[in-house]
């Protein structure tokens, strides 16, 4: 029997030592909160009916996952966490997410927030709620005879809001630009549970200059 290389040797301990840290740090987010995830889940049936709230397990661990579908909702939630200091790891389509967050308390999802609230062909302008996938997205403009930028992997799960925050884009980008060339205005929810508005729904044209 041969030994163990020693780069895979130094490579065993420091996967070895990250698991411990990752353990360590989930042990001390607990103890911020004495009952962790059950007194959490408790919290959240305060601001969240039944079917919002869930949970999610990854890494040999399991943290509550918060689903609002409404502005209230939402608004509720992110005060709520932001008066018990809990940490959020916000959730699209988990295209690049692979296991539970070590450092989360509540892992936040878009999935009940998928609606098209206005699609213009006349305009050419879509505007739709964060948790929308890419792919039904796509498919509404095609039928309006346009086509939808940017064009990111996995479109079936990957998320309107996932896109934006991350600036995600294909090869389309060569042509179109980055995401933010062809966003016109965003409402985003702050940690505090304050709405912010910026830009709108106005195209400019020829006449307009």
Not at 50 to 59: K, L, M, N, Q, T
């Amino acid at each position: 029997m041969g030994s163990e290389p020693a780069h895979e040797s130094r490579q065993t301990r420091a996967a070895a030592l990250l698991r411990r840290t990752s353990h360590a740090r989930t042990a001390r987010a607990l103890e911020r909160h004495p009952g962790g995830k059950a007194m959490i889940a408790d919290r959240l049936r305060e601001v969240l009916p039944a079917e919002g709230i869930s949970e999610r397990e990854g890494d040999g661990r399991t943290l509550p996952v918060a689903s609002p579908a409404e502005r209230t909702e939402w608004v509720e939630l992110m005060r709520l966490a932001a008066s018990e200091s809990w940490r959020i790891f916000t959730l699209g389509g988990g295209t690049h997410t692979a296991s539970v967050p070590g450092e989360a308390d509540l892992l936040l999802s878009t999935s009940r927030i998928d609606r098209v609230l206005a699609f213009e062909p006349g305009d050419g302008t879509l505007t739709a709620e964060a948790g929308a996938t890419m792919g039904a997205l796509g498919s509404l403009c095609e039928a309006g005879g346009y086509h939808l930028a940017p064009d990111v992997p996995s479109p079936e799960r990957a998320t309107l809001g996932g896109a934006i925050a991350s600036g995600a884009a294909g090869i389309d980008r060569l042509r179109y630009g980055p995401t933010r060339a062809v966003l016109l205005g965003l409402e985003v929810l702050s940690s505090e549970g304050t709405i912010t508005r910026s830009g709108g729904r106005l195209v400019k044209n020829v006449t307009g200059y």
